[in-house]
């Protein structure tokens, strides 16, 4: 019922974790997770005239096992559901503890003999604050008044007396939402961190610290680390700071015991509690007669060189400095009060130089006000800076001669598509950035540019002879025609829009409620859906009068319904309870020019808007709309356009985010899907000739 740092007594006298072995006759049985045969073969034990203590929950308490605990002992308390019972291992990942709560009630019992038996018995660990109470000090605590009861009372008075101060004892037992016990020597619960392996730490003379760093790591941006230290009685402020310079684990540890150092008053011994074995391991090889080449290029030469310097001058004044190796997020007070510290470090100490933390053989650069080394987030922020030096001297108007208005710039072909609004450059560029370096990004590369070497292209540069396609004899091979138009690459182009129209339906279908995705499906196919039984007749209704119309209907209204009972687009999108239907239409045109886009959703809205005039005849109680979804062959789109459609059918906005992204990935594989085609293709040309 509290960290591993509690004294053990286990049957064999050995213990997993952490502790020292109490082979006391005050014996604790556990009895939360044991079978029913092992509690009987234990009930043997259960002597009232013997001091022991068992925990049991009632779901798996045997009822045999429960007699007998209820004629030998009783219940001292009850640990209600969802108390917090336990501290779980901390995670080296998050660098966090987390508290455990309880699903049932569990008991404490104590035998008839620990009810009856003197205080100083119950508690055989006597403290300062048990020999108040026992000399009479501190008349305030209930456990003095509850000893003076029952040494005033009857034997009944002074066994319940005995039995409050037990109850107060395990009231005292306390442990944080976190799973970190309080740094508070007093408390039951941090009492027993003595027993831990840095218990010895505790009792030494002198100034007791611990130290320690952390390094956190956040996607795109900057590592984050920082450190601390914590003297236990807080015999010295407690301090913390931000650490900079190249991200590793050894920086941030190297300046807690740096600050321990600097504020730990010289004249006293030192103790410092640190769960970093690779700073200790560093300092050792400082006490080498040389001083190697490995040591002397090391990233923190000059953090290092600094914590040795105030070593020494501890040294020189007589006084001790000890290093002791604690177990990093195991529930030890000092060490997780720094580790607590250290995390929310986010300020700069002035007081504290920041060369301390830069690597003397590296190159620096000012990055995000904070000095870093050359990486790949320094790389992508003088790329970006550099594009945008870049664009505003294109976009800066040339001078006219003296009298005449400045001309606006004439920008180049890639750059006036790269800078068209609204057509999903932001996502085309993250996706672009998350590409690896193969030959699938080069064609990319070469598309966005208009450069792909088709056959139109070279010809142009001189290395083609022909700039007509060899496939298909068009007079020019443009990346247009390989795209959207060879009739060679027909069956190509046509896998290339149901992978994405799938991806597209499939996405909505797994991110939307309620909603029904229908792919194929002819008008008269709807009447066929699985419908609730509420809207069984009114669905139906509709598409009987279609078919009764066909049947005995003449002239146009005849044709009318004829031709709309055939129409199939990409899909539909049905809500039975909201009674909305969408009719939906996705299209990989060529996004070349730039109305491309606007020009295809405005063709497919006009192709369906006589079909959803009719349907809204047919449903007049219903929302009957049309959704277009353009995806140019170099991931081009309207974000408002998308953003609009996939609201309407309540996707959320993360999974909005990363269906779109995920489409501009599909529709850049499927425009070198269809390269690969091509190249099949006039490969087996030339082995037919």
């Known amino acids: 019922m509290a960290p591993s740092s509690f004294a053990y007594a286990s049957w ?5 974790d952490w502790g020292s072995p109490d082979r006391s006759s005050r014996l604790i049985y556990s009895l939360l997770d044991t079978t029913p045969e092992l509690q009987q073969s234990l009930s043997h034990r259960l002597q009232p005239d013997r001091v022991w ?5 009632r779901s798996n308490l045997d009822r045999g096992v429960k007699r007998v605990l209820e004629r030998t002992g009783q219940v001292v308390k009850v640990f209600k559901k969802g108390t917090k019972v336990a501290a ?14 309880n699903l049932e009630d569990w008991c404490v019992w104590a035998s008839n003999a620990a009810t009856q038996t003197g205080l100083d018995t119950v508690g055989a660990q006597t403290n300062a604050t048990d020999r108040a109470a026992e000399s009479g000090q501190d008349r305030g605590d209930p456990i003095h008044e509850a000893l003076m009861a029952a040494q005033a009372g009857t034997s009944n008075s002074r066994e319940t007396a005995r039995i409050r101060i037990l109850k107060h004892r395990l009231d005292d037992i306390r442990l944080t939402t976190d799973g970190v016990v309080p740094l508070d020597l007093a408390c039951a619960s941090s009492r027993e961190a003595l027993l831990g392996p840095a218990g010895a730490a505790y009792m030494r003379s002198g100034i007791v610290v611990a ?5 956190k790591k956040d996607g795109a941006m900057p590592a984050a680390m920082g450190a601390a230290f914590v003297a236990k009685d807080g015999r010295v402020q407690a301090r913390s700071v931000a650490v900079f310079g190249q ?31 690779s700073s200790m391991d560093l300092l050792q090889s400082m006490q080498r007669g040389d001083f190697p080449l490995s040591l002397y290029r090391h990233s923190v030469r000059h953090l290092l060189l600094h914590v040795v310097t105030l070593l020494n001058k501890r040294a020189a004044a007589g006084r001790i400095t000890r290093f002791i190796k604690v177990r990093a997020h195991r529930g030890e007070p000092l060490n997780e009060a720094a580790d607590a510290l250290a995390a929310a470090a986010a300020d700069l100490d002035p007081g504290r130089p920041v060369t301390m933390d830069l690597d003397p053989e590296a190159v620096h650069f000012m990055y995000r006000e904070t000095w870093v080394e050359w990486d790949k987030k320094v790389r992508e922020d003088l790329v970006q800076r550099a594009a945008e030096l870049c664009l505003n001297r294109m976009l800066r108007p040339k001078r006219g001669r003296a009298g005449t208005a400045a001309s606006p710039p004439a920008l180049p072909l890639t750059a006036a598509w790269m800078l068209r609004p609204n057509q999903g450059r932001d996502t085309l560029g993250k996706v672009l950035g998350d590409m690896s370096i193969s030959t699938a990004k080069k064609q990319v590369l070469q598309s966005i540019a208009g450069a792909f070497p088709c ?7 001189g290395i083609a002879p022909s700039p007509a396609c060899a496939l298909c004899g068009h007079p020019a091979e443009t990346q247009s025609h390989v795209q959207c138009s060879c009739p060679v690459l027909k069956e190509a182009r046509i896998r290339a829009h149901h992978n994405l129209a799938q991806r597209l339906w499939k996405g909505i279908r797994d991110a939307s409620k309620g909603w029904i995705i229908t792919t194929e499906q002819t008008v008269a196919g709807l009447q066929g859906l699985p419908q609730p039984e509420e809207l069984i007749p009114e669905w139906q209704r509709a598409w009987d009068e279609l078919t009764d119309l066909k049947l005995g209907g003449e002239g146009e209204d005849m044709d009318t319904d004829a031709t709309t009972r055939r129409k199939r687009p990409d899909a539909w999108a049905v809500h039975w309870g909201m009674r909305r239907l969408f009719i939906l239409e996705f299209t990989r045109p060529n996004d070349r020019d730039a109305l491309a886009l606007q020009d295809t959703d405005s063709l497919k809205t006009a192709r369906y808007i006589p079909l959803r ?5 047919l449903l007049p109680a219903w929302e009957v709309g049309i959704q277009t979804y353009t995806m140019g062959i170099r991931g081009s789109h ?8 996939l609201t309407q059918l309540g996707l959320p906005a993360t999974r909005m985010e990363a269906l779109v992204r995920n489409l501009t990935l599909q529709a850049l594989t499927e425009l070198t899907n269809l390269y690969s085609t091509r190249y099949a293709a006039l490969h087996c040309l030339q082995h037919a000739q």
């Open 12 to 16: 064999t006298g050995t213990s997993a």
């Open 455 to 461: 056959n139109a292209v070279l010809h142009k540069w």
């Open 613 to 617: 005039d009719r349907l809204v005849t």
């Open 88 to 101: 779980s291992k901390g995670s080296s990942s998050t660098g966090k503890l987390r508290a455990i709560q």
């Open 53 to 57: 203590f068992a925990l049991t929950r």
């Open 247 to 277: 991200p590793s684990s050894i920086r941030p540890e190297l300046t807690g015991i740096a600050l321990a150092l600097e504020e730990c008053p010289i004249e006293e011994d030192l103790t410092i509690l640190t769960d970093s074995l």
């Open 211 to 215: 130290t320690d760093g952390s390094l």
């Open 638 to 645: 309207d974000p408002d356009r998308w953003h609009t459609n």
